[in-house]
């Protein structure tokens, strides 16, 4: 039996204007068509600038497409909504709030009492191995640390969707490879619908269940993989598996042809 489709794009193209009235638009997204069932981990991969956290935006409803069709649960999205987070390459936390403020500061906005969001709160706190941290200062803590305080706000209002941009870009190689088996086990026990981007080749094929392949700009889904390696999968158990290395390569030999094309500026 198959999963329902929670996100459904069908032919999306989106445009930006250029810098003046007298400069063409930008076409950014062409003709892009995918589906993400509840439950499942995709992960966008492409060169820069291809239009993967477009992509996101218009999912997130923090921007419209131009053409085509983007919608949740079959039903367009017209802007944001509590059902859908949002996780940002750089954690943004306030610097003056201690992680658990940082963390809890949506509810609180919100107007929700204390008993009503602080039992999650320190769920997510303890999931993220930051339980012993929560009244430290966002600026006392690590990078690595930091985004583990950002993946708990993400996640305390409960999103059936969170949308992941580039979220562990920044980190060292072993902070990077931590937080994606965070990652993982969080997304077990919420069971969160997750699309991620990510550049790198080794963080698609270890998180997801789907890696879409992007063109260079304009953007189009150009390959659609369904990574064959079973759960919980071993960095160190892939690494030695040849069908990965297989398809690690056959993955990079994609994205640097469209990644050469972007650098020549060559339409997609």
């Not at 009235?21 to 509840?38: H, N, Q, W, Y």
């Not at 239009?51 to 079959?74: M, R």
């Not at 290395?245 to 994609?254: E, F, P, S, W, Y």
Request: charged share 25%.
């Amino acid at each position: 039996m198959s999963l329902q489709n929670r996100i459904t794009l069908n032919r999306v193209g989106k445009r930006f204007a250029g810098p003046n009235s007298g400069t063409p638009a930008t076409e950014v997204l062409k003709d892009i068509s995918f589906t993400l069932a509840a439950g499942e981990l995709v992960c966008l991969l492409g060169p820069s600038g291809c239009g993967k956290s477009t992509i996101l935006n218009l999912i997130a409803g923090f921007a419209d497409a131009d053409w085509g069709e983007v919608l949740l649960d079959d039903q367009p999205i017209h802007g944001p909504g509590p059902e859908r987070g949002m996780v940002f390459q750089q954690p943004a936390l306030f610097p003056w709030l201690s992680v658990r403020d940082n963390v809890t500061f949506g509810p609180r906005m919100a107007g929700l009492s204390e008993r009503q969001y602080r039992p999650n709160a320190d769920r997510y706190l303890r999931l993220v191995g930051l339980q012993d941290f929560a009244d430290h200062f966002s600026w006392q803590l690590s990078g690595g640390m930091r985004q583990r305080a950002a993946l708990a706000r993400a996640w305390l209002p409960n999103p059936e969707i969170l949308l992941m941009d580039e979220p562990f870009g920044a980190l060292d190689a072993q902070t990077r490879l931590a937080m994606q088996e965070l990652l993982i086990t969080v997304w077990q026990n919420t069971g969160t619908t997750i699309l991620f981007v990510t550049h790198d080749i080794d963080e698609a094929l270890f998180l997801a269940d789907r890696v879409f392949v992007m063109s260079a700009r304009p953007g189009r889904i150009r390959e659609e993989l369904r990574v064959p390696f079973e759960r919980p999968r071993s960095p160190e158990d892939l690494v030695a598996d040849t069908a990965y290395g297989q398809l690690k390569r056959d993955i990079l030999h994609v994205v640097r042809e469209e990644a050469a094309k972007a650098l020549a500026g060559e339409p997609a």
